[in-house]
């Protein structure tokens, strides 16, 4: 596997092993006394008087220790001065930090056998597994106040570049004419691409998991207080909201009180001699995060993790693989003969690979949205203001099956709209049908756009939309994109089960009219931070996926991934069946430096388990960027050019069962 894709994998794994300490005596057992939330618990708590660290390698792996010394807290049980080591594993042949554990002598109690790896005392591993299903949380907030601001601490130290550099500079000076063997792997290891950026990300995934309020706590204190919410289920809905500002009521506390520790150990105080029972997190159990907003778990596969951490064996035939596949698809949005729907299982592939924008969360609670202002189509064609002022006075609307003519481009500024089977939004009289920024569109079709289907600014998601006929029949149209993304502060968006075709732009200069403008998906001009999953432009005049100068002017590093494609296709463009071509290219993901200069391409690209096929020219395209491309079970059939032009595969994943396959999609 290609060393930056370690990275990608690194980035999603944190471990903390906890270490029996040598004098047992000294040690309290750890007794479960009831979950206990203390806000006034801060990193900065965690004191120490000197720090040295240290690196070695006696096998194929590196240890780097780092030892805090004289450590103190508020909370510090004894007299004694104490030291807390907490060392960084990796692997130098992948160029991995994989993971940082907790060692002896860090916690004044014995961490129990059933949250120990192997079944042993204090060897819990915190991973991306433990984090996400909840049993990490489920030890923590029954640790003492003192081992919590150890573990909050001691994270947080590594959550500084200054302090990550003390690492890093660990490497031996250059011109050493004898260096060992351990020496070279150490070397190897801090050498690595990234490796500040993967230390940091681990510190932070621990960081952010002790900050966490989870909802079955919150229910079983106010239970306890009084406020009936009904089973402590772990999912936040009318009952807890309603049993929430109940006890914010009584006690004089505004209603838009944040839920935090702070105010969660308030809330406790008043139970304080009926503290609840050792409780489980589950996957299915709601938290609050450090944003202070609603989340919930995903469930989680160890992929090529387990080289690192030892997994269970699973054994499964390929026939029982194949089943899954079949059995777990989701429908296809509106019968779409492109867009396949993503199953729980390629989710876990994503979030194995990487996914910082975490579409499958984002997407999951507007699953859970319910309720909203409804419209008809029939309502709105007696009033084509109707959409516009609903919006302004509800978050979340829904539109009921049938056609809406659009009289005015909708807006969703921080605003939901989720359509049904059979929505259709005509735009024909507009040059752009919807704008999304902060917001989601759901469930809908839009048709004939003058100029764009969707322009999405940022933080927003898109979620089984079908966007046709862009630009068709419209003279003076230069564009002719299905979804257009364009900025360096357009970023933090999420495509999901979108599919953009037939797009046409007569307009334009030289070189793009009659169709060399109109792509399916236009990302350009320094954006950024995209995910896109199971996405289609296909028949569109020009390309199907264009990544001109994307990033440029971006706040990122050039060897930050920005844009990431899952199990998406590009085929048929340049052949648009309803106006002359373009040149037609499948994925184009850059440019070179001088054109348009001083714009750049910026930040690498990641493409996985996706198809280009019988596009006019070619399927994959570096078209001359320079940036990094990560690109994995891939394939390209049928193009008129190339298959890959200067697009290497040297992503090493395991085998997959979901990757695309042009067998999969319309010849023509």
């Not at 299915?284 to 989340?295: A, G, L, Q, S």
């Not at 096929?613 to 193009?639: E, H, P, V, W």
Request: charged share 25%; hydrophobic share 30%.
């Amino acid at each position: 596997m290609n060393q930056t894709m370690r990275v990608i994998i690194a980035t999603i794994l944190v471990a903390l092993n906890f270490t029996h300490p040598s004098n047992a005596d000294a040690q309290q057992k750890f007794s479960f006394q009831g979950v206990s939330y203390n806000g006034d618990i801060k990193p900065k708590q965690f004191s120490f008087s000197d720090v040295s660290i240290k690196a070695r390698s006696n096998t194929d792996r590196v240890n780097i220790k780092v030892i805090f010394q004289d450590v103190s807290t508020p909370y510090k049980a004894t007299d004694k001065d104490e030291t807390v080591a907490i060392t960084f594993e990796g692997d130098p042949k992948s160029e991995t930090v994989y993971a940082v554990r907790l060692d002896y002598g860090t916690f004044f109690q014995t961490i129990p056998r059933k949250f120990s790896l192997e079944g042993r005392e204090n060897r819990h591993l915190i991973s991306i597994t433990s984090v996400k299903d909840g049993s990490f949380n489920t030890l923590y907030e029954q640790l003492t106040n003192d081992d919590k601001v150890k573990i909050k601490g001691a994270c947080n130290y590594f959550m500084d570049d200054i302090n990550i550099d003390k690492i890093t500079s660990l490497k031996s000076p250059l011109g050493e004419s004898i260096v060992s063997k351990s020496t070279k792997r150490v070397d190897k290891l801090l050498s690595a691409t990234n490796i500040s950026n993967q230390i940091k990300a681990l510190a932070t995934l621990c960081f952010q998991a002790t900050n966490r309020v989870y909802v079955k706590d919150i229910q079983t204190f106010l239970n306890a207080s009084g406020y009936d919410v009904g089973k402590s289920d772990g999912q936040w809905g009318k009952k807890s909201q309603k049993g929430w500002e109940a006890y914010l009521t009584s006690q004089g506390k505004p209603l838009d009180t944040t839920i935090d520790a702070t105010s969660i150990q308030e809330l406790q105080k008043s139970i304080i001699s009926k503290i609840p029972k050792l409780r489980e997190i589950t996957f299915n159990d709601d938290y609050f995060d450090t944003k202070h907003e609603i989340r919930n778990h995903k469930e989680h596969t160890y992929g090529n993790l387990c080289k690192f951490i030892g997994c269970p064996a699973m054994i499964i035939k390929k026939n029982q693989i194949r089943k899954v596949v079949k059995d777990n698809r989701n429908k296809a949005f509106q019968h779409s003969k492109y867009i396949k729907a993503i199953t729980k299982e390629q989710w876990n592939i994503i979030e194995n690979i990487g996914d910082p924008q975490n579409c499958f969360a984002r997407l999951s609670l507007v699953d859970k949205i319910k309720l909203g202002a409804v419209i008809n189509p029939k309502i709105y064609a007696q009033n084509k203001n109707y959409i516009k002022q609903t919006l302004n006075k509800n978050k979340t609307v829904f539109l009921e099956n049938g056609i809406f003519q659009l009289d005015e481009t909708i807006n969703l500024d921080g605003k939901i709209l989720i359509g049904s089977e059979k929505t259709i939004l005509d735009a024909s009289l507009l040059e752009t049908g919807v704008i999304v920024s902060n917001g989601t569109l759901k469930n809908v079709r839009i048709i004939n756009a003058k100029k764009i289907g969707v322009s999405v600014i940022k933080n927003s998601n898109l979620h089984n939309v079908i966007i046709e006929n862009t630009g068709v029949g419209v003279e003076d149209n230069s564009k002719g994109h299905g979804v257009s993304i364009l900025g360096e502060n357009s970023t933090g968006n999420c495509l999901v089960s979108v599919e953009a075709y037939n797009g046409y732009n007569k307009a334009g200069d030289n070189c793009c009219k009659n169709g060399g403008n109109a792509d399916g998906f236009q990302i350009k001009y320094g954006a950024n931070g995209v995910t896109l999953v199971d996405t289609h432009g296909h028949h569109n005049s020009d390309d199907g996926f264009d990544l001109w100068k994307s990033g440029h002017d971006a706040p990122i590093k050039k060897e930050d991934i920005i844009i990431r494609f899952y199990y998406s296709s590009a085929n048929l463009n340049g052949k648009n069946p309803l106006t002359p071509d373009g040149d037609g290219n499948g994925f184009k993901l850059g440019s070179r430096d001088k054109y348009q200069a001083p714009k750049k391409d910026k930040g690498a690209r990641l493409i996985y388990g996706s198809v280009a096929c019988y596009n006019k020219l070619n399927g994959f395209d570096r078209n001359g960027t320079k940036m990094k491309i990560f690109a994995g079970r891939l394939q390209a059939s049928g193009n008129g050019a190339e298959q890959f032009r200067d697009i290497t595969r040297y992503m090493n994943t395991p085998a997959d069962p979901y990757t695309l396959k042009c067998k999969m999609f319309p010849r023509n």
